[in-house]
């Protein structure tokens, strides 16, 4: 399968545009970004640059742009590049377009469909075989070619080797896994314990309480993943604790900005009303209905008094950092 393989990332934002990059500096495949963005096609086609995402990087000349769908057809792989939000929607609509023999990619990191995981939810719409592929990635790393590393995550080995072998000599490293349902809980717990940090750094410049929070919070995250039937272990991968710091320890994190704002005192109901984060959706979604349906008590965990902050129109945040260390 590997030769001559046409590879197609759904989406032409920050991390398709890196990674595609990445993968169109090989010449070794066809490398395309499939957009809704007319400035973007228009860009990367006429200039190769992505002047949207990216306007001071010139990026491969192999690496094309469309707006033809038909291109899914014959795709060997496809990358999902755009929100968590409207994966399984976009899957739904276009199903039809999709090769039934193409590896799909999951990068996005967050719920798909009544609570269940992208996996899950697209596994019901199309025949394919689905992997999930998170780690600690800034995209604006990874378009300067900064050594970075993910989780590749499916629930059958099979094409591992071919996946090694697509991103060998470039700079990004994998490692392997199939526990597909720990990968994509670590990467959506790990932006809900971010905005933790962030509140806690906002209150304190503490290298000891950052240390008991990041512990307290691996921990929490451990503890659930095997809740819902994933692996402990896997918090050992690059999508677990790599990954988790990665968000929760550098400023260009959107998730850990919101706990710095929070903790600071400018999270408003008007931001809150104009910013959906990944870590403030997940965090009412696990509290609200999973933990409830699984019978998960989560008085005593981190996770709840986050709950509270979004929720309780009197929190006092200034009691968040000693409620929490109390836990």
């Known amino acids: 399968m590997e030769k001559d393989l046409k590879i197609c990332f759904i989406g032409s934002g920050a991390i398709s545009t890196a990674m595609g990059n990445i993968l169109a ?27 949207k995402y990216f306007p001071n990087i010139d990026l491969d000349l192999s690496l094309k742009a469309t707006f033809d769908k038909t291109i899914l057809k ?17 899957i739904n609509e276009n199903k039809h377009y999709i090769n039934e023999d193409a590896l799909i ?38 378009i300067n070619n900064m050594p970075t590393a993910f989780t590749l995550a499916s629930k059958r080995d099979r094409h591992f080797k071919l996946f090694e072998s697509i ?3 470039t ?17 959506i717990l790990k932006n809900i314990y971010a905005i933790i940090v962030g509140i806690v750094d906002a209150h304190f410049d503490s290298p000891n309480l950052r240390s008991l929070i990041l512990t307290k919070a691996i921990n929490e995250m451990r503890f659930i993943i095997s809740k819902f039937g994933g692996e402990e272990y896997t918090m050992f991968n690059y999508c677990g604790i790599g990954d988790f710091t990665l968000t929760a320890l550098n400023d260009l994190s959107r998730n850990r900005t919101l706990g710095l704002l929070i903790g ?10 104009k910013v959906t984060l990944e870590g403030k959706v997940a965090v009412n979604v696990f509290v609200e209905e999973i933990a409830k ?21 009197d929190y006092d945040i200034n009691n968040f950092v000693s409620n929490i260390t109390s836990i």
């Open 264 to 273: 600071k005192g400018f999270f408003t109901d008007y931001i809150s009303e």
């Open 74 to 90: 014959d795709s060997d792989i496809i990358f999902l590049g755009i929100p968590s939000s409207i994966i399984v929607s976009y």
């Open 167 to 169: 991103f060998e000599n």
């Open 25 to 51: 500096q090989k010449h070794a495949y066809e490398i395309f970004l499939l957009s809704v963005e007319q400035d973007v096609v228009d860009s990367i086609s006429n200039d190769h640059i992505n002047r």
């Open 293 to 313: 349906k699984r019978g998960i008590k989560t008085k005593n965990l981190m996770l709840k008094e986050l709950y509270k902050v979004f929720n309780e129109e």
């Open 105 to 142: 990619v999951n990068l996005a990191k967050g719920f798909g469909e009544g609570q269940k995981t992208i996996p899950q939810s697209i596994g019901k719409l199309i025949p394919n075989q689905i992997f999930g592929l998170k780690g600690p990635s800034f995209a604006r790393e990874i």
């Open 171 to 187: 700079p990004i490293t994998l490692d392997y896994t199939t526990d597909v349902m720990g990968v994509e809980l670590a990467s």
